[in-house]
């Protein structure tokens, strides 16, 4: 099973996430490499791969890369070779944007997209705004990203509000396992 899961940026996916895992620890998470610069206590290999803009040209062409897309000025991909090694033992979850799920989708029909939203509009905002680590431009930016990844939720076989993190969490969980029964 292939899951993706997607959302704006502020929305609480890596929190989400995390307790997937800490509720599902047998589940496997690829980790995508960006050329935008670790944020404080990030780490490689295990947030992102931090390659160069020139490695990731490279991995490009090399079609290293199972999808990429670019925004905020850096580039993020989903590495292929993992995501198909894992696929064949087990469920993996891709955390990536609009533009990479769609063509995920695209390449694996039978991967589950689903969309984590903000309770709402307001509070995603002042969730960006909160987070210090970006300067006031890069806030509007992400807010009209924000918006742009949210108007593609038609596009996404689920929606799950994230009011609360457990419960969300669990949501997921649950619409991985009716999906798995579908597939079997
Ligand atoms: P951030 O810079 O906040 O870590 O991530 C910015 C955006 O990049 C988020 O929407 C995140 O989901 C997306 N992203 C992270 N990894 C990938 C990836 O491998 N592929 C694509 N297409 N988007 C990604």
Redesign the pocket.
């Known amino acids: 099973m292939l899951a993706v899961i ?4 502020g929305v609480g ?1 890596g929190t989400v996430i995390k307790e997937m895992f800490r509720l599902r620890p047998s589940l496997k998470e ?1 980790v ?3 050329t ?1 610069a670790p944020r404080a206590g990030e780490r490689d290999g295990v947030d ?1 791969f931090f390659v160069s803009r020139e490695r990731f040209l490279q991995m490009i062409e090399g079609g290293e890369l199972l ?3 670019e ?2 000025e ?1 580039y ?3 590495p292929r070779a993992f995501v198909e090694k894992t696929l064949l033992s087990g469920d993996i979850i ?4 609009v ?3 769609l063509s995920v989708k695209a390449a694996h029909p039978s991967a589950v997209l689903i969309m984590i939203e903000p309770p709402d509009m307001d509070e995603l905002k002042r969730r960006l705004e909160k987070r210090g680590t970006e300067s006031g431009e890069k806030v509007a930016l992400r807010i009209s990203r924000a918006e742009y ?1 949210l108007s593609k939720k038609d596009k996404y076989d689920y929606c799950v509000v994230n009011e609360d993190v457990t419960a969300a969490a669990k949501r997921i969980l649950e619409i991985i396992d009716a999906e798995k029964e579908v597939l079997l």
């Open positions: 997607s959302g704006p940026s996916k690829s995508s490499c960006t935008r992102y999808e990429y897309s925004h905020f850096n993020y991909g989903t891709l955390e990536i944007d533009d990479g799920a990844e």
